[in-house]
């Protein structure tokens, strides 16, 4: 079976890449940024989904089934140009699957899409709306992107579409949401909150990825791992020092003396959890993380 995965030089598109190798899949990747030293078994085209050069991989190697990794997040791509990246790859992307003949699809997405609250509830389902683009409106197109490949899921029901929204990962790349946010020394909090925070091994997070397409997941499902953990206890267990400071100051000292670049919307994350319920995705595939929250932790930790 041959599987076409865009932003495959990404750090969960390179794992999850290796991992479909080591499952028996032919895998070819798309993607703007090189990897160097691929392993051989894995085929590379530098291209923007966007454009034709991609397109005209989906048309020469006709993969049976893709996966969407090619998504950017306002930590990464500051410019008006990721919501392009995001939206409009997405479009092209379910595009060039449904004219070429792609049988299954896995639109990887963030379970940041049901956004954080004071009223929320504490466990979100699959059914929810979006609530963060109106506090948030950095996430805006990753919601945009997430709710047009829902999408395909009745405008092409020959295809196999699931979508994933993937609770923040942690490991030793030290790449990511959750990781970007712990990168200094100091930890920025709101005080007077402690939300939990839920998080998975970058490793699980690959292997639920290929769990998806190997069960021909159809729908959305929450993907999450150990147990949610207080975010002060994060911040502690990865070595790190908190800076509990009232909001107003909280918004001044982003991007300041060591502490990380914010946008204002991201407060409302730091004092609400967005925690959700992922047993759906678990029955399908019978899914079970190898790393639970402390191991996790440590080997952020301990990476060089």
Same mark, same amino acid.
């Given at each position: 079976?041959?599987?076409l %995965?865009?932003g495959?030089?990404?750090? &969960?598109?390179k794992?999850?890449?290796?991992?479909l %190798?080591?499952h028996?899949?032919?895998?070819?990747?798309?993607d703007r940024?090189?990897?160097p !030293? #691929?392993?051989?078994?894995?085929?590379?085209?530098?291209?923007?989904?966007?454009?034709?050069? =991609?397109?005209?991989?989906?048309?020469t190697?006709? $993969?049976? #089934? #893709?996966?969407h990794m090619a998504t950017?997040t *306002?930590?990464?791509t500051?410019?008006p140009d990721r919501?392009?990246? !995001?939206?409009?790859?997405t479009?092209a992307?379910i595009?060039h699957?449904?004219a070429?003949g792609v049988?299954q699809?896995?639109?990887v997405?963030r *379970?940041t899409?049901?956004g954080a609250?004071?009223?929320?509830?504490?466990?979100h389902?699959?059914?929810?709306p979006?609530?963060s683009t *109106?506090?948030?409106?950095e996430l805006a197109? &990753?919601?945009a992107?997430d709710?047009?490949?829902a999408?395909?899921?009745?405008r092409y029901?020959?295809?196999?579409?699931s979508?994933?929204r993937v609770?923040?990962?942690?490991?030793?790349s030290?790449?990511g949401?959750?990781a970007?946010y &712990?990168h200094?020394?100091n %930890?920025?909090l709101?005080?007077?909150?402690?939300?939990l925070f839920?998080?998975?091994?970058?490793?699980?997070a690959?292997?639920?990825i290929?769990? =998806?397409?190997a *069960?021909?997941?159809?729908?959305?499902? !929450?993907?999450?791992g $150990?147990?949610?953990?207080p975010l002060?206890?994060i911040?502690r267990?990865?070595?790190?020092?908190?800076?509990?400071a009232?909001?107003?100051l909280?918004k001044?000292? &982003?991007?300041?003396?060591?502490? $990380?670049?914010?946008? =204002?919307?991201?407060?409302?994350h730091?004092k609400?959890p967005?925690v959700v319920d992922s047993?759906p995705f678990?029955r =399908?595939t019978?899914?079970t993380?190898?790393?639970?929250?402390r191991?996790?932790i440590n080997s952020?930790?301990a990476a060089?």
């Open positions: 079976m041959k599987v %995965v865009t495959i030089s990404g750090t &969960l598109g794992l999850t890449a290796v991992k %190798v080591q028996g899949y032919e895998v070819v990747g798309i940024r090189p990897w !030293n #691929a392993p051989e078994e894995i085929e590379i085209f530098q291209a923007d989904i966007r454009k034709r050069p =991609a397109e005209d991989v989906f048309r190697h006709r $993969p049976d #089934a #893709a996966i950017v *306002h930590l990464v500051q410019s919501m392009r990246v !995001n939206l409009y790859g479009r992307f595009h699957c449904a070429y049988k699809t896995v639109f997405g *379970h899409f049901y609250a004071a009223d929320s509830p504490l466990y389902t699959e059914d929810e979006p609530m *109106h506090s948030f409106q197109d &990753l919601v992107a709710l047009y490949a999408s395909a899921l009745w029901p020959e295809i196999a579409t979508v994933l609770v923040y990962t942690l490991g030793p030290k790449h949401t959750l970007s &712990l200094g020394p %930890v920025p709101i005080m007077g909150f402690d939300p839920q998080f998975m091994h970058e490793d699980d690959a292997e639920a290929v769990s =998806a397409l *069960h021909k997941l159809h729908g959305i499902y !929450n993907v999450s $150990p147990t949610p953990v002060s206890t911040v267990a990865a070595g790190r020092r908190p800076i509990p009232p909001e107003p909280f001044l000292g &982003l991007g300041r003396l060591g502490l $990380p670049r914010l946008p =204002a919307g991201a407060a409302d730091l609400y967005i047993d678990r =399908a019978r899914f993380y190898q790393y639970d929250e191991e996790t952020f930790r060089r």
